[in-house]
Every structure is written in structure tokens, then in C-alpha cells.
């Protein structure tokens, strides 16, 4: 534990305001049947978030279980006219279960802003993103804040079938392009994905991508990006107990630079989750 302290001495030390505060729940709608799109009312301090931070989400307690740990989501998309956060989640244990519950009128408890959000240099003239399932909940914003700053983007939105296709409607009204790859289409595999970039980039050079989700896709974008000279950027999932950089349940090992062979130890949700392409090692 001491040598892991030391190594994390020298880390950045909070720069954005973390609150807990209730949050009034607009709506909780299916969208499929494995993902929920959650709505709700938020103020000053929820709004400022930045794309690729998320929440530490308390979910309701539900009969034997109480929920005791809160669940880290990303956030979908920060509706600033409309004084709203969307989280879209997948429903698969006895949190989300809890989460799926939410009514209209209820309250969420949710700690936030957390984490370090994406940052694109600023002449990035072409962003491309690549998610896969969930990972695409977290990459939305990511297009509205890249075209904001005046850079294309292309987003390549990967999923089981058509019907586990999401996020692409969030993506177009940014003002991405959108191309959907399925394994039902058998055009969400490594080597076609590869093919698709490689046309995209001789066409319309990228030099920044982005991904959270799935491991092949970040090996693949490794790859390529270190090709291109491209710029890139992960957003990591890793298990969370508090979400505040003091419990180091979330420490995961890094490059200590680029490329570099040597490693060192940061937790994913206060120097994270979003990191350097270049510096994470590939699970
Ligand atoms: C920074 C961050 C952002 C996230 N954003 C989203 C999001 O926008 N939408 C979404 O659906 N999910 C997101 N996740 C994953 C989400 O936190 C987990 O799915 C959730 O905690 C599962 O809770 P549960 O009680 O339903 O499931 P559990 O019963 O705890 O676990 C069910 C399954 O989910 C896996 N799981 C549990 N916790 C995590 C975790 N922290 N990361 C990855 N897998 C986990 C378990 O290994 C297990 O396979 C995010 C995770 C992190 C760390
Ligand atoms: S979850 Fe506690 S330090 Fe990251």
C-alpha cells in the first residue's frame, strides 16, 4: 500500500466541484430490452459537467438488498436548454434492477460531476469515435463538445443486433456521421472495422479518436492511431466503491507514458475515467 501511495504522489488534485444532491426524475423509459434511459431535472453544479465525467448513482434500495455502494454511470447527454442529464444503463444486477425502478416524480441521489472528461486538442479537425454497447453512452457528449469546437465527426456505433443499436439519434442531431456495425451484419469484427477506417482516414484524415467499451476495439484504435499520428483517448469501466480517489478500489496499472514499457498505479475514477490512449494497458 505505502509503495502504491508513493507512486500516486504528484497526481492532480480535484479541479472540479463534486456535489451530492437529489435530482428530480423526469422519466425512466425503456429503449430497448436491455437499456433504460434515465431523465432528470438538474441545477447549476450537475449541469457543469463535461463529457466523458460521470455520477455515483444511489441506487433505491430493493427488498434484502440495500444498495449500500452507489454505481458509477456516464453521462448520455447534458441538456443545458432544458436543465436536464440523461444516463443511459444497461439492467443487469441488483443496482440497475434498483435504478430501473425510478418513477417519474422520485428523487436520484447522485454525487457529481466525478472524473476527468475527454479534452481534444484544439485544432482537431476530425474525431472519430468507436463504441460499443454501453461505451456509446459515454461517447455521446464527446461528439457535441467536439463539434462545438468546429471538428467533424464520424461515430461508429458497434451492438449485438440492430435492436441493441443506441445513441444514434443523440449523435445525428450533434451533427455526427453515424455508421452502425453489427455482429447480425457480421461488419462489427476487428478486420472489417479496420478496412472501414483505413477508407475513412485516406478520405478524410482523423486525428483524434475515442472509444470506451470494449477491449479489442481499444487494441484496434492503439493501433491505428499510432499510425495515423492520431491523438486518442479511452474512457475506462472499472469497479468503484467511492468514486472520490480515497478508497483505491478502482487502481488500475497505466504506462507511466506513452508507449513507455515501465507502469505505474492511478485510480480510473479521479485521474480518469478518460486517459490516453497511449498509456493504457489493454485487458
Ligand atoms: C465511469 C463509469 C461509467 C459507466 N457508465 C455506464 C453507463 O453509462 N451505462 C451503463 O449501463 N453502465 C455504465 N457503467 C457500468 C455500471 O456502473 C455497471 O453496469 C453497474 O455498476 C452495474 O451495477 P449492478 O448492480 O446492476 O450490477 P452488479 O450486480 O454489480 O454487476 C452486474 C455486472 O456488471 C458488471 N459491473 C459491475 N460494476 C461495474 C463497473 N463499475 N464497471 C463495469 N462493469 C461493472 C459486473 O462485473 C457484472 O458482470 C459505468 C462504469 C463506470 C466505472
Ligand atoms: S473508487 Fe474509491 S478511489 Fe476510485
Sequence with gaps: MQMMKDRMEGVPACTFPVVEAPYPVI?????????????VEAEAAGLAARAGQFFHLACPPEGENDNFLRRPMSIHRIDRERGQLHFLYKVQGNGTRALA?????????????????????AATQHVLMVGRGVGLATLAPLAQMAIAQGAKVTAVLSARSQALV????????????????????SDSDVVSLEGFIRRLHAASPVDFMATCGSNRLLMLLQKLSEEFGAAGQVALEQRMGCALGMCIACVRAFRKEPGAEALTYRRVCWEGPVFDMRETVAW
Excluded at 101 to 121: I, M, N
Design 101 to 121: 425502478t425510478l418513477q417519474p416524480g422520485d428523487t436520484l441521489d447522485a454525487l457529481g460531476p466525478v472524473g476527468q472528461g475527454f479534452s481534444l486538442p
Design 27 to 39: 422519466s425512466n423509459d425503456w429503449v430497448n430490452g436491455e437499456y433504460k434511459l434515465l431523465v
Design 166 to 185: 443506441m445513441g444514434r439519434q443523440v449523435l445525428e442531431e450533434a451533427g455526427a456521421s453515424v455508421h452502425v456495425v453489427t455482429d447480425d451484419n
